[in-house]
């Protein structure tokens, strides 16, 4: 299917990853990447960086989460694919409607009803020729003065070099960091979504094992309060003032969906019962 993500065993995402040392003996693996902009840099450690607020709290016992967490990650890589410049097999995958199809199942999973609203049309309008790539440039890529819709967190915040050092603070406490022949930079959207697929990932490798899934919870939830939460209905805003192709319109309407309604999801996991 091109691009698009495999299953793992039991119903969970498999990143797409080469083999990495376990972080410890009877524990699992750390995955050394997702869609190639992460790979592993450092064991997972016991802290991860968050501010107090809605996140912070725990609730144990949810085992009943792991399938939603599972569903999670493959939404999150299905969206990050989904960001990358449109040509090869990933507007095959446009086109042909696959991407429209998975991302249909995987959405159905967290909520039937949102399977039900997406305009599968819409995701599989691949354009004519290469009008699409034309609209991702015109959008996200170029401008007199920047594109008009960048795809880079940093572009959103008044100080861009702070908000690329706490992501990467984010990354490296999981064990992440950029694969350099990528040349993608932290705050990209993409990456900050391949980062959300590897903690629900994790999240629901734990619950699996019936280890510890609390950590994992807490940062997708404070990743996306605090950077894709935070400037993606900005971006999305903007986008729908400069005519965009109907694919993207959908699409960024889906992924901002998804980050509102499953960071209020991990938000209220995370209060005492």
Known sequence: MGQLPVQGPEGLPEPDCKPAQ?????????????????????????RHPRRRGACVTETRGYRSEQPRAAARSRVFGLLAGALGYPEGPLLADIREGRLAEALAKTIGEL?????????????????????????????????????????????WSKERTKNMEEVLRFYRHFGLGLDQEQHQLPDH????LEFLHYLAFREAEAMRAGV???????????????????????????????????FFAELFRVLERVLVNERAHLAARGQPR
């Open 22 to 46: 376990p972080r410890r003996a009877g524990r699992w693996a750390v995955p050394s990447a997702t869609h190639g902009h992460l790979h592993a840099a450092q064991p997972y450690g016991s």
């Open 212 to 246: 510890e899934a609390g950590p994992y919870r807490r940062a997708q939830c404070d990743f996306i309060e605090r950077h894709p939460g935070r400037w993606v209905p900005e971006l999305r805003a903007k986008l729908e003032a400069n005519a965009p192709p109907r």
């Open 189 to 192: 959207l993409s990456s900050e």
């Open 111 to 155: 909520d039937p009803r949102w399977a039900e609203e997406l305009d599968g049309e819409a995701l599989a309008d691949g354009l004519a020729a290469d009008e699409l790539a034309i609209e991702y440039t015109r959008l996200f890529d170029v401008g007199s003065s920047g594109p008009p819709c960048p795809l880079y967190g940093g572009l």
